[in-house]
Every structure is written in C-alpha cells, then in structure tokens.
Nanobody
Framework: QVQLVESGGGLVQAGGSLRLSCAAA????????MGWYRQAPGKQRDLVAR???????NYADSVRGRFTISGDNAKNTVYLQMNSLQPESTAVYYCAVDLQVTLWRSDRYWGQGTQVTVSS
C-alpha cells in the first residue's frame, strides 16, 4: 500500500548535524501524520517528532529546540533536521506514516530504519 524510503543517517561527531528524509511512495490514501521515532539497543521505541498535514508538530522534550521536523505535502516527504547531536542520540531512527484507509480507521506503516551514530 505504501513504501517508506528513508535516507540521511550516518556517523557524525558530537555537536554535528544530520538531516533525515522519508518519502512515502505509491500511497493510495491520504496521509494524516508523518513522523520519526528512534530506538536504542535495549530500549523501547520512542517518539522523536511528528507532523500532520496541517503542519502541526509534536516533539519529544529531549529534542525540542535542537531538532526540527518539516514536511512537503506535494511530495509526501518528511524531513528531520537534527542539530547539536550528542552520543545519547545514537539509535535507529524509524519513519512512520499514518494513512486514512477508511473513514473510521487510520493505519500506521513503518520504514525499515536508518542508523544514526554520534561519536564523542
């Protein structure tokens, strides 16, 4: 129904920046929300940031002020600009998209994840 293509992960030094991208391809339904979640080894998957079609955003307290999420509705693409990265930000970052598949149900789809590693 939808494929999520993620890019932008990699290795960066502490204090550096990365920009993640996620494009939703071949979607037949309206996208209500796109966002980013992250999961470090041995920990649960947590929200980083999300944005809806009206450009309303939500951020985890730990990243507010340093990370910025934005979207391009025409391209069904979401971006995550990550600044002032620290080693504790090291994790696999997953893109997620919510699709309005019926009038009464929204389904969530996940990307495969992209590794972000921050060195000291």
């Amino acid at each position: 129904q939808v494929q999520l293509v993620e890019s932008g992960g990699g290795l960066v030094q502490a204090g550096g920046s990365l920009r993640l991208s996620c494009a939703a391809a071949r979607s037949s339904y309206s996208i209500t929300t796109m966002g980013w979640y992250r999961q470090a080894p041995g920990k649960q998957r947590d929200l980083v940031a999300r944005i809806n079609s009206g450009s309303t955003t939500n951020y985890a307290d730990s990243v507010r002020g340093r990370f910025t999420i934005s979207g391009d509705n025409a391209k069904n693409t979401v971006y995550l600009q990550m600044n002032s990265l620290q080693p504790e930000s090291t994790a696999v970052y997953y893109c997620a998209v919510d699709l309005q598949v019926t009038l009464w149900r929204s389904d969530r789809y996940w990307g495969q994840g992209t590794q972000v590693t921050v060195s000291s």
